[in-house]
């Protein structure tokens, strides 16, 4: 970055809030609800096949599952100066200082010509790994944005 004034054509970054939380988009989360009750709808028409029931009946319970999540631990990272709060387990949360932070990095994979990203966060004793679509943003920017953070609070 360089110093001083700026030219008529650039302007200062916004200031980035000091805390930071990302959320499975609401958009997604309606698309897995809207799912569900397809998947639902679809059982009733299948009522006099049995076989097809049972397969509609467990592709709406989990279908409903992963929706139901979605619902009740919609945030799935927090950060703020003193640490990490990271979903854990089915809809719980885990607080994690940054003391215990080991490494926050990106791994980045290619698969069927489609590239995935998932952001990992490693406390040593737990791995969390959270993808775009549970953080509604690419990792490598919620990364970024986590060390400017841990920078803030000084664990840096």
Not at 8 to 31: I, K, Y
Not at 54 to 78: K, M
Not at 109 to 132: A, F, M, P, V, Y
């Amino acid at each position: 970055m360089r110093s001083g004034a700026f030219s008529e054509h650039e302007q200062p970054a916004p200031a980035a809030p000091s805390d930071g939380r990302w959320r499975v988009s609401p958009g997604f989360m309606a698309l897995k609800c809207a799912m569900t009750v397809v998947l639902a709808i679809a059982a009733v028409f299948f009522a006099e096949d049995t076989a097809a029931l049972s397969a509609a009946i467990v592709a709406t319970a989990v279908a409903g599952g992963y929706a139901l999540r979605d619902v009740l631990a919609p945030v799935r990272l927090a950060a703020d100066a003193h640490g990490l709060t990271v979903v854990a387990g089915y809809a719980g949360h885990r607080r994690v200082e940054w003391s215990q932070v080991e490494r926050v990095r990106v791994e980045s994979r290619s698969r069927g010509g489609l590239r995935g990203e998932l952001l990992e966060i490693d406390t040593g004793d737990t791995l969390h790994l959270l993808s775009t679509y549970d953080l509604n943003a690419r990792p490598a920017d919620v990364a970024e944005e986590l060390d400017r953070i841990r920078t803030i609070g000084g664990s840096g």
